[in-house]
């Protein structure tokens, strides 16, 4: 079993930028995928990016292409996810997950099967 740790949440003023990450504990990140994602109260909780750690591929949902990215470090067992141009709407609580490498990348939460304890983050207008 894995365990993710999420940090880096806080306050930022629109436009400003924040970098979330995750680091796994228990079993590498290697031959899995890990995603972000992320919730407001009330609603579902909402694909933001993926990155597949053999090769590095990354995928990202519409809202926030070209604006967020995501990557990892190996030597750290951690995956990243640097935010910029944050916007009021990109105000959630962000978590980490993983799923194993089963030929193709979900974004669907249930597909998840690890996941971070989450971390707020707030951008006012």
């Known amino acids: 079993q894995v365990q993710l740790v999420e940090s880096g949440g806080g306050l930022v003023q629109a436009g400003g930028s924040l970098r979330l990450s995750c680091t796994a504990s228990?079993?590498?990140?290697?031959?899995?995928?890990t995603g972000w994602f992320r919730q407001t109260p009330g609603k579902e909780r909402l694909f933001v990016a993926a990155i597949k750690w053999i090769g590095g591929f990354t995928y990202y949902a519409d809202s926030v292409k070209g604006r967020f990215t995501v990557s990892r470090d190996n030597a750290k067992n951690t995956v990243y996810l640097q935010m910029n141009s944050l916007k009021p709407e990109d105000t959630a609580i962000y978590y980490c997950a993983t799923h194993p490498w089963q030929g193709a990348v979900y974004t669907s939460a249930p597909k998840f099967d690890s996941w971070g304890q989450g971390t707020q983050v707030t951008v006012s207008s």
């Open positions: 228990g079993r590498p990140f290697s031959s899995h995928v």
